[in-house]
């Protein structure tokens, strides 16, 4: 299939009008990246995706039609942009921790530990009952079996996994479970009458989104809707850890206020942000906010026709679906490390050559969340949107494999050079890839700095 087949199943599983499609057009082909996967297509449709949506309701809102273009090459290098960011030129921080990575077990299987932040990394020195070290991390793994360290880290809200292969992961009853999903679930959660968009001069105008998410994928749904002209108000608590060097990448376009949603002043003062919002991005574990009365049923009741968005690592559905994860790991359990390993011929993991499932779900977030405020305009209701990095890696295999797509070299500063952007941020002049997507009459872009977390008050501009 091309990537506009590939393009034009989504579209049409979201329900959108499928004479939309007629305005995308698609230039490149893969390879683009060095793997042995179709990134570069997963990359192209995703981005293509959430910005034929955004043109699709800017006509519906009373805008013209109009053609978005999406180059593979670039849209793949969107995919690396927190790679290619940086500030005053030179590259923020990188956000690695010196023991995450793989190791072998006692057993021989490969492990992935994901000890970013310092809970993490403090929780799984506990458990492995070493010094912070990968020498002495890599001995302690020997007494260890892989299977046994991925279910010891589950017990301990830890995030560390099995490598496994396709096959494995197919017999698995949580890889059997994701693929009975959809890619992009949409599904009507409340009733609340009709609400239309008044004429603007971009698709997204006036739309009010709140963006409680970190890392990668979600703040990539919530800078991919500011692109479009939404207001955008990234909402962290001050007391959870984040990465600052994505922080500075996705954080383009956005308002940035610090809210503890244990606190009840905090958490009334959500409730009220919550009343005037269109869009409720959220990437918690599933059920992980319905103690604080923000489940979809809760926001759904506190604002009738409200757009919820969740972000899972394994899905709503199957023996994992409240496991915590990553893109790293959620790679390595479902036999993609274990599959690009074997084309590069090596026995270790090896990863895609970009956080695939991070962005593309970031950009899949996006679309579904159009995809349900158009339906909002239509028919009323309030929808949930339910995209996981585990289906979307589903989804990447599933586009079928490159040969010889290990064999080109990787991107360098200079080779993307034509590009990257520069503006004004928090931290000073930042250098990043601008977005893939070329839309004729809105062209997308950042009206709002990148900034700090917790820089503006809680309160809607």
Known sequence: MSAHQHLSTLWTDAQLPAD????AHLTGTDPVLPSSFAVGTAAQVTVAASALAAAT?????????QTVSVDMRHA????????????????????????????QCGDGRWVRLHTNFPHHRAGMLRILGCEYDRQAVAMALRSWTGYGLEDAAAENGLCATAMRSFAEWDAHPHGQAVVTQPVV????????PPRGLRPADRPLSGVRVLDLTRVIAGPVCGRTLAAHGADVMNVASPNIPNLPRLVIDTGRGKLSTHLELREKADNDRLKELLAEADIFVQGYR??????LGFSPQDAARIRPGIVYVSLSAYGHVGPWSGRRGFDSITQTASGINHAEAEAAGQTAPKPLPCQALDHGSGYLLAFG????????????????????????GRWIRDLGRVNDGLAIPGPTAESVADLM????????????????AVLSETPARWDRPSVPLGTHPATWV
């Open 20 to 23: 939309a499609l007629g305005d």
């Open 57 to 65: 309701l800017w006509r519906q809102r009373g805008g013209r039609r």
């Open 76 to 103: 793949a290098i969107e995919f690396l942009s927190e790679h290619f960011a940086s500030v005053e030129g030179t590259a923020p921080e990188d956000p690695w921790d010196r023991i995450a990575g793989t190791y």
């Open 185 to 192: 679930k949409i599904t009507r959660i409340g009733d609340a």
């Open 286 to 291: 599933p059920g992980g906010l319905a103690d």
């Open 369 to 392: 969340a159009l995809a349900a405020l158009m339906r909002r305009m239509q028919e009323g209701g309030s929808w949930h949107v339910q995209v996981s990095l585990a289906r979307t």
């Open 421 to 436: 952007e520069v503006g004004d941020s928090g931290w000073g002049r930042l250098r990043t890839v601008r977005h893939a």
